[in-house]
C-alpha cells in the first residue's frame, strides 16, 4: 500500500532563518507531488505541484521555493522566513494522468514563525 | 473568486441528529471529492463523485453529485461525535489539472 510521510511535525523558526520540510511517498511510482498550505484550519492554497524528478510548478509567488531532487521526494524551503509564513503545511500525492486526481495527503507540519 | 462554496461555514449539533452540508459552483466538474479532515491532520479522502445524479453511501454518509456536475450534497445521519471535523469538498477540472476545493464546512458533534 501507498504511504506518505512528512517531517517534521511541528516547527518553531525565527524571522530571517532558513525552512526545509521533507516528504516522501513509498509504495507507488511517477506520483504527482503538491505542497499546500492551510490557514486557520481551513481552506487549502496550492503552493507548489511536480509532475516529474525537477519539474516543478509555482501557483503563488512567494517566499518559499520546492524541488523534486528524486521521484518519491518534494523538499519544501526558503532561505529566510517571514511572519507571514507561518500555517499549516500539508504534502500530497496523487496518480498521475488519474482522471480524477484525487488527493492523498501527509501528516501535515505545523509552521510557527516568531 | 471563490469557485466552490461550501455552507454552512460552522456547524454545532447534537449526537443524533441529522446534518446535510452543500457545496456549490458555477462551473461544471469531471469529478469532485470529499474529505475529512481532523485537527492537526492531513485531510482523508471520503468519497469521489464522478457522474451527474450519482449517489454514494459510506455508512452513515450519504453523498450526492448534482444531475449538472456543479454541485454536491453531503449527508450524515444519526451525527456521532467521531463525525466532528472539518469537510471539504474539491472539484476536478478537464481543462485544469489541479483540484479546487472549497473552504469546508466545521462540523462540532456534541455528546
Known amino acids: 500500500s501507498q504511504t506518505i510521510h512528512q517531517w517534521p511535525a511541528t516547527l518553531v523558526q525565527p524571522v530571517g532563518s532558513p525552512l526545509s520540510l521533507e516528504c516522501t511517498v513509498e509504495?507507488?511510482?511517477?506520483?504527482?507531488l503538491y505542497w499546500y498550505r492551510q490557514a486557520a484550519g481551513r481552506g487549502l492554497q496550492l503552493l507548489f505541484y511536480s509532475v516529474g524528478i525537477g519539474q516543478i510548478s509555482s501557483e503563488v509567488p512567494q517566499n518559499l521555493s520546492a524541488s523534486r531532487p528524486q521521484d518519491r521526494q518534494f523538499i519544501l524551503s526558503s532561505k529566510k522566513l517571514l511572519l507571514s509564513d507561518s500555517g499549516f503545511y500539508l504534502c500530497?500525492?496523487?496518480?498521475?494522468?488519474?482522471?480524477?486526481?484525487?488527493?492523498?495527503f501527509g501528516e501535515g507540519s505545523r509552521l510557527t514563525v516568531l | 473568486t471563490q469557485l466552490l462554496e461550501q455552507s454552512p461555514q460552522f456547524l454545532s449539533i447534537q449526537e443524533g441528529e441529522n446534518l446535510t452540508v452543500y457545496c456549490n459552483s458555477s462551473s461544471v466538474f469531471s469529478s469532485l471529492q470529499w474529505y475529512r479532515q481532523e485537527p492537526g491532520e492531513g485531510p482523508v479522502l471520503l468519497v469521489t463523485v464522478v457522474t451527474g445524479g450519482e449517489v454514494k453511501k459510506l455508512k452513515r454518509l450519504t453523498f450526492q453529485f448534482g444531475d449538472a456536475r456543479k454541485d454536491s450534497s453531503l449527508h450524515i445521519t444519526a451525527a456521532q461525535p467521531g463525525d466532528t471535523g472539518l469537510y471539504l469538498c474539491?472539484?476536478?477540472?478537464?481543462?485544469?489539472?489541479?483540484?479546487?476545493f472549497g473552504k469546508g464546512t466545521k462540523l462540532s458533534v456534541k455528546p
Open positions: 509504495g507507488t511510482s511517477n506520483p504527482n
Open positions: 500530497a500525492w496523487s496518480v498521475r494522468r488519474g482522471r480524477t486526481g484525487e488527493l492523498f
Open positions: 474539491a472539484g476536478a477540472r478537464v481543462s485544469q489539472g489541479n483540484l479546487i
